[in-house]
T-cell receptor, first 112, second 117 residues
């Protein structure tokens, strides 16, 4: 069974640009969550999607958005990038009602 | 709001020895779930072990076991017979069972464990 797949693995952007990250969950998993990991703030919850609906959102500005498609794949978008958005973005998926998240390898974003 | 504290930023252990990583948490919920995840240099966050708060028995997964003290809100991870492949950042995480905390994991800051040959 394939794991959670995140693309791209690495990317470099400049301030003011926007970026889109993709996450393909484990087959059959309908819930997808996103987390931001930085050295200073640690791991912080961004948002959670289920059946194409955003169910929960963390304390991030509106520049951070996402969506989920009918096949459960999810994308997150960050607009007007700032230096502080440099981070590892982790996606995790789970089955309905499950308490265990399975994570992908992450997308490392560097903003110059 | 729930908080998770890992008081040991870094630890080291000799191969084949035993090491214990500490974690404390704060919550007003009665039922919840606790996890230890490991993140090696490859960055993949891997579930090591989980514990349901309503279960008194401590969880065990091969060389990994926990000491869950609900009243003390303590959840430590013991790694026996440490192996070089255990070198990683270890995160303790909390997930509530209701209300505003059941949809996300709250993580500690992590403990960097190095296993020396």
């Amino acid at each position: 069974k394939a794991g959670v797949t995140q693309t791209p693995r690495y990317l470099i952007k400049t301030r003011g640009q926007q970026v889109t990250l993709s996450c393909s969950p484990i087959s059959g998993h309908r819930s997808v969550s996103w987390y931001q990991q930085t050295p200073g703030q640690g791991l912080q919850f961004l948002f959670e999607y289920f059946s194409e609906t955003q169910r929960n959102k963390g304390n991030f500005p509106g520049r951070f958005s996402g969506r989920q498609f009918s096949n459960s794949r999810s994308e997150m978008n960050v607009s007007t990038l700032e230096l502080g958005d440099s981070a590892l973005y982790l996606c995790a998926s789970s089955t309905t009602g499950a308490n265990v998240l399975t994570f992908g390898a992450g997308s490392r974003l560097t903003v110059l | 709001a729930q908080t998770v504290t890992q008081s040991q930023p870094e630890m080291s252990v000799q191969e084949a020895e035993t090491v214990t990583l500490s974690c404390t948490y704060d919550t007003s919920e009665n039922n919840y779930y606790l996890f230890w995840y490991k993140q090696p240099p490859s960055r993949q966050m891997i579930l090591v072990i989980r514990q349901e708060a309503y279960k008194q028995q401590n969880a065990t997964e091969n060389r990994f076991s926990v000491n869950f003290q609900k009243a003390a809100k303590s959840f430590s991870l013991k790694i026996s017979d440490s192996q070089l492949g255990d070198t990683a950042m270890y995160f303790c995480a909390f997930k509530g069972d209701s209300g505003g905390s059941n949809y996300k994991l709250t993580f500690g800051k992590g403990t960097l464990l190095t296993v020396n040959p």
